[in-house]
């Protein structure tokens, strides 16, 4: 179930004995903690026990079957918890089974754990990072109840710049709202002037701009990141790297989750990536690499000039057939 599915049925009494949080974002796997820990931890100090992964697995069975003391229930959290085989044999198995009503099993895994999903006692809540429409809500929500007003294009905007990530947009809207007061408004304008743009949206942004051919917001883009102090080879460098897992992306038969291991990177990074590679031809994709890469070779050979060679070769690209 997606987390607002979760945090639906939890608000109509939905219960289950095991919830594995899986997903990328954060935000949401520690909120579905806090959540749980409000609703049936009324002692924490006596009723809730933080574990490490490698924990023995008996070391858990008998956490799980603690009683709880002056609270509804007791409750286990396990960050990154991906057991083998060994730890269901080991009793992790019979308890999966048959878990006790009076204890909460908490998993907090940003990679998926397959075996971990095949018990009907375990309720998967999927973490993955919300969709836009989501977002742009949340964040409207949260001006509202400061007395802030934002359109849904400025909130689209924060997301963007935070790259979905709701632990980032969370502390910027709230910075943003700080500065609007209640009463005001945010705009776009405060959007662009307070909130940073890191280099891997930039990069993104780039990118997106070479593919729709929109020659004025690329090259102002690259000359506003020279501006600010980053060099045009490695700017170039950036370029160079993320085309290339464009292609590797266009060409793949991999899964999401198998190019983000791949790659180190979030799947969220992957789909958009797959968005990208789609507004270029394969050949064309082939080519912007073999272009990039030559002029990445000759700006450090000491070739030619990191700047012009730069605006130069991203001119080529977008103008390729």
Known sequence: MKYTEFKNGLNNGQEYSIYLFEGEDAFFR?????????KFVQEPSLNFVNLQSDTPVNQIITSLEGYPFMSQK?????????????????GLKGYLDDPLSTSILVILNEKPC??????????VVDCSKADTSLLIKWIKAECSLSGVSIDGETAKTLSEFCLSDMTRIKTETHKLIAYAQSGGTITIQDVNNLVARDLEYKVYELTDYIGKKNFDKALLLISDMTGKGEPASRILSYIYNYFRRLLHVSISDMSNSEIAEAFAVKEFAVSKMKQQASMFKKKALKNAVDMLCLADFNIKSGLADGECYSYLTIFKIMTEK
């Open 74 to 90: 007791r409750m286990t959290l396990i960050r990154e918890f991906y057991p083998k085989q060994e730890v269901f044999k080991a």
């Open 30 to 38: 520690e909120s579905g903690v806090s959540l749980l820990k409000n």
């Open 114 to 123: 397959e075996p971990l999903k095949k018990f009907a006692s375990v309720c």
